[in-house]
């Protein structure tokens, strides 16, 4: 008998159909859009997994620093979806739903755990991790914790991902820890600190969905663990009660 098809939520986006189309290449997956604009939460119900995608910044009212406004790009923001993606990750955290978070969605899920955020990088005297002048992504290395799920995922000390963000995490999320760093110190991915506490939950800055190389450890792993964990939801919640 072949698997059922999992279903996975993906937050909308400017770019949602780079996260759609990756996410469900081949495979016996399903994806349902979800829109701050739709309000459409009750689809959370049929969900099996959620991928938090990229996109404006997070409003800095929501890690308590509104007068962190005039540090992020103005213009590229969405309180609307902020506070929708904050019940998204309310509904999962409740229900033990997998999800993995990509560049906003790490940062959004952050400040979800009660963490904050560096609004801009280069203003707080830190390298550039944006785009390049030529407006292709950066690329540089990080270095996984060797005692974190991720070192596990991706098999590997060190590897090389794209880079296109100027905000991060700064204070680290209650029951969150720090999984990989950047050679200058940035937060490039999180996790549980205790994996057993909950379900799922891969954080990372960069873009695997956009990577060059899809066949390295830090795009085909991620994605082959976060669909492996929606998987095994599915048959947990098949599973006959006991």
């Known amino acids: ?28 997956i399903e994806t349902i859009q979800l829109s701050a604009t739709r309000k459409n939460l009750a689809d959370l119900a049929l969900c099996d997994g959620v991928v938090l995608t990229g996109g404006e910044d997070v409003h800095p009212r929501f890690y308590n620093r509104p007068d962190l406004l005039p540090y992020c790009y103005a213009d590229d923001i969405s309180e609307i979806r902020d506070e929708f993606e904050l019940q998204v990750l309310q509904y999962t955290e409740a229900r033990g739903i997998p999800v ?14 009660g963490g904050t955020l560096i609004p801009d990088l280069p203003q707080w005297g830190k390298f550039n991790h944006s785009k390049l002048p030529d407006n292709t992504d950066r690329y540089h290395t990080i270095q996984p914790d060797p005692n974190a799920q991720l070192y596990q995922i991706t098999e590997g000390e060190e590897g090389m991902i794209n880079s296109n963000h100027h905000q991060c995490a700064d204070r680290v999320g209650q029951r969150l820890v720090a999984s990989a760093l950047s050679p200058d110190g940035i937060v490039e991915a999180m996790e549980r600190r205790n994996p057993d506490e909950g379900a799922f939950l891969c954080l990372v800055q960069w873009h695997p969905e956009r990577m060059k190389d899809q066949g390295s450890n830090f795009a085909k792993k991620i994605r082959g663990a976060f669909i492996a964990a929606c998987q095994q939801k599915k048959q947990e919640a098949a599973a006959p009660k006991p």
């Open 1 to 28: 008998m072949s698997e059922k098809r999992i279903i996975i939520g993906v937050t909308d986006c400017s770019k949602y159909k780079n996260y759609n189309d990756w996410i469900s290449k081949p495979g016996n």
């Open 100 to 113: 993995l978070g990509i560049c906003r969605g790490l940062q959004i899920a952050n400040v979800f755990f």
